[in-house]
């Protein structure tokens, strides 16, 4: 990795750290500093104020509107925001379908739906997981079955992160029941208002309805709407799953709340002593930091096997299990360390400007967080799956 790429990596982080003191509305920045629960609104405005720094889409080829970032620049983006709290880059659009349609989809699918997805015009959602088919894809149900000029998609889609609010989905979909599993899978693009389509919403720990159930009963969508090549779903599948497991947002998840922890335990007093001078919650620390420098160490050497073409395919596997678990277990410290506030979840201070009952400002944020978050290692591909793939692409078994 050249000194060049590197020079450029922390230019840009240095870029977003400006972004974020100075041009990102104080409105928003304390919504996320608090961790609080963020509207579709908020969502769009957010997006679109990364788009205007043209940052956006920034990873995608420049003939499409990016700027052809390297793995290391992407790699900086999306850690650095993860480190300052920043909300959520909702990845469905701009990190999910945009590259396989620029990648796979016709000239008239990229004209038609790549500058919505730029400028968040339209907001997509991903229909993969279901009921029987979760980290095992190839196992789904939904049929879409050819008449004439369209299809005719029955079945239901499961934990489809905020669905209630898209405008299309991109879906796998069963066009051949009698081919093996992998090869009569299809790609198809949605239209979230046709007739047949049914969102129910799914109520999480946190109390919050952030994953859904989709439905879909003889719903008709136009041949034009499938993604390249009928049977061919499944390779553009694990192409997306490629741009879906990568590493800068989990490693700056796990150093974010670290350093909340640490800063928590420095300002919190019991007894007259700080917590952190506590010799058992000192030595944790300590734990999580060199994990962490660990899983940071990991995560380079992983971006610079991707630049240089190098990856065995395991790379991205192996962070998504540490970081995630790292994650949580220094999450659940700190909601420890937060002592009678830690049991005081206070939901409605999620949705609105004021205080907790107990503890920092940002109690509420950190329990919901927490709640949240016990799903990381089963989301974007289990720790169980994620081990497997290790233990073909790395350990040959």
């Known amino acids: 990795m050249t000194q060049e790429l ?26 996320s500093h608090r961790h609080q629960v963020l509207s579709k609104e908020d969502y769009v405005r957010w997006m679109r104020l990364l788009d205007q720094q043209g940052w956006s889409v920034a990873h995608w080829p420049a003939e499409y509107g990016g700027k052809g970032w390297s793995p290391l620049e992407r790699f900086a983006f999306e850690d650095e925001l993860a480190r300052l709290g920043c909300p959520w880059v909702i990845p469905f659009g701009v990190k999910y379908v945009g590259p396989v349609i620029y990648a796979f989809g016709s000239e008239a699918q990229k004209q ?39 299809y005719v998609v ?24 009698d081919d093996k599993p992998q090869s009569g899978i299809s790609f198809l693009l949605i239209d979230m208002n046709s007739p047949g389509v049914k969102v129910v919403p799914i109520r999480t720990m946190d109390g919050y309805a ?23 779903g499944w390779t553009y599948a694990k192409f997306l799953l490629k741009n879906e497991r990568t590493a800068g947002a989990i490693v700056g998840w796990a150093w974010h709340v670290l350093d909340r922890l640490k ?33 940071e160490l990991a995560a380079y050497q992983a971006v610079a096997a991707m630049a240089d073409g190098s990856e065995n395919g395991g790379e991205a596997s192996l962070i998504k299990i540490r970081g995630t678990e790292l994650y949580q277990e220094v999450m659940e410290t700190l909601v420890e360390s937060l002592g009678a506030a830690g049991v005081a979840f206070d939901g409605e201070a999620l949705h609105r400007a004021g205080l907790p009952p107990l503890g920092p400002d940002d109690t509420g944020g950190i329990l919901k967080d927490h709640f949240y978050n016990r799903a990381a290692t089963i989301f974007g591909g289990s720790s169980e799956i994620q081990r497997n793939i290790v233990a073909k692409a790395v350990l040959g078994l």
């Not at 669905?163 to 979909?173: E, G, I, K, P």
Request: proline content about 3%; aromatic content about 10%.
């Open 6 to 31: 590197r020079a450029r990596a922390e230019r840009l982080r240095q870029e977003v750290r400006d972004f974020y003191a100075h041009v990102m509305p104080a409105d928003l920045r304390d919504k």
């Open 210 to 232: 952030h994953v859904n159930e989709v439905w879909l009963e003889d719903v008709k969508v136009p041949a034009e709407n499938l993604i390249g090549e009928e049977g061919k």
């Open 154 to 177: 029955n079945g239901q889609k499961v934990w489809t992160t905020y669905a209630q609010w898209a405008d299309w989905l991109f879906c796998l979909v069963r066009t051949d029941r």
């Open 112 to 150: 038609r739906f790549l500058p919505g997805i730029k400028t968040t015009e339209e907001f997509w959602a991903q229909g993969y997981s279901e009921p029987g088919a979760g980290s095992d894809l190839a196992g789904l149900r939904t049929t879409a079955l050819r008449e004439g000029d369209h």
């Open 263 to 295: 800063k928590h335990a420095r300002e919190t007093r019991v007894d007259g002593a700080a917590l952190i001078e506590q010799p058992l919650l000192r030595n944790r620390i300590g734990e999580y930091e060199l994990r962490f420098l660990a899983l």
